[in-house]
């Protein structure tokens, strides 16, 4: 009798370490227990099952810590829905597993946050070129697009900007080369003049904010008498 009780508890040992996927210790107790009952078919049987749930549970851990990664890298690439997706993936898996819950629920999250700042994006954008600042405009319309990338009246926006730019820059051109020519011959109220104009066709224009910063700074070192011509408008 003492024979058969230790039997049954390496049974039970091994049972309750297969459902908890701990297949070695499983193994080990399954083995001890056919060394006192050698011929037990039962436990023969659950010792051949363990080698291929062992084998199953090498697979699904190898494919969830892949699709782990593969959410983890779109993720990091902004890619919330694409990640919430693999995510999905990885839990039906292990549905009980809290990782793939949590990252599920931070993946919405910062999906929800990506809707609102590519809302804020496109609606910069629109009020950019409604006012003609096309390079400001086409700041706001591609950072909306790497935010959502099927977005294609973003597209639609950016290849209409490229042609109005081409105009602009015409425009921009000619105010900078008459400031140009006011600052060389010291007349820097008109040059500040064309300068501020040229940023209304290119807002973006390190240049001419250069140029103002230095003709500003000369007005406030001279203090008087710098500014004595009249400008004319366009």
Known sequence: KEKETKFNNLVLTADNAKS??????????YEQALQ?????????TKLAELGKLAELENYNQTRYNNLIKDGDRFVNEGQ???ANSIYSSALSIYPENEE??????????KFEEQK?????EMDSGMICFAIKDYDRAEFYFTKAIKSDATNPFAKEKL???????????FAYDY???KADSAFKAGLFERALMHYKKSLTFKSMAEYPKQQ???IEQKGIKDKVGIFKDKPKTY
Do not use: R, W
């Open 80 to 82: 919330y829905q694409k």
């Open 100 to 109: 793939a819950k949590t990252k599920i629920a931070n993946c919405n999250l």
């Open 116 to 120: 609102k700042m590519h809302k804020m």
């Open 212 to 214: 103002i910063k230095i």
């Open 20 to 29: 908890n996927k701990e297949f070695d210790i499983a193994k080990t107790n």
């Open 175 to 177: 105010a900078i080369e």
């Open 36 to 44: 006192l009952f050698p011929n037990n078919e039962p436990v023969k």
């Open 159 to 169: 290849e209409e900007i490229k042609g109005l730019q081409k105009i602009a820059k």
